[in-house]
């Protein structure tokens, strides 16, 4: 090996432990494909941010629609909202507590006879909680 090659490989490598005492970890580069949750295992991201996607036309049809948005919203996002708030609860229980309780709102919302009118922006708060608790968990939160 030349000296040039001995300095460049020397550098990569100590650019390399640099990396991993920097939060590095030993974690592949790139965002994550799965999430451990405790008790449970790993699960896959793309079930999350499926739910996030959702959300953009839950918000949309909150605010077109709120009246019929119930039963969407139950039978899509819902669970793996929740599941998004138990993956985050380990390491930023800030925002899982921030996101349950944005929900609680946006649920009161929904389940009202009429709906109010606020419940266009209660969903867009509810995204906005899914976005910034997916950004924690190092996850992209999908585009609208």
Same mark, same amino acid.
């Given at each position: 090996? &030349? ?6 490989? %020397? ?5 390399? !432990?640099?990396? %991993? ?8 580069? *790139? ?9 449970? *295992?790993?699960? =896959? !991201?793309? +079930? !999350?941010?499926?739910?996030?996607? +959702?959300?953009? *036309?839950?918000?949309? +049809?909150?605010?077109?629609? =709120?009246? *019929?948005?119930?039963? =969407?919203?139950?039978?899509? #996002? ?5 599941? @998004?708030?138990?993956?985050?609860? %380990?390491?930023? #229980? %800030?925002?899982? +507590?921030?996101?349950?309780? !944005?929900?609680? &709102? ?7 006879? #009429? =709906? ?16 910034? &608790? @997916? &950004? ?9």
């Amino acid at each position: 090996m &030349t000296g040039a090659r001995r300095t460049v490989v %020397a550098g990569l490598v100590a650019l390399a !432990v640099a990396g %991993a005492g920097c939060g590095g970890g030993g974690h592949p580069a *790139g965002p994550p494909t799965e999430l451990p949750l405790p008790g449970a *295992g790993n699960i =896959p !991201v793309s +079930q !999350v941010t499926t739910a996030a996607s +959702q959300m953009c *036309g839950i918000v949309a +049809q909150s605010r077109s629609d =709120p009246g *019929g948005v119930l039963r =969407p919203f139950y039978a899509g #996002p819902h669970d793996s909202l929740h599941l @998004l708030a138990a993956l985050a609860n %380990a390491k930023h #229980p %800030a925002q899982a +507590q921030t996101l349950l309780n !944005v929900m609680l &709102t946006y649920e009161a919302a929904i389940a009202a006879t #009429p =709906p109010p009118a606020a419940t266009g922006a209660d969903a867009a708060a509810l995204l906005a909680a899914v976005d910034t &608790t @997916l &950004t924690a968990l190092g996850v992209a939160a999908p585009a609208c």
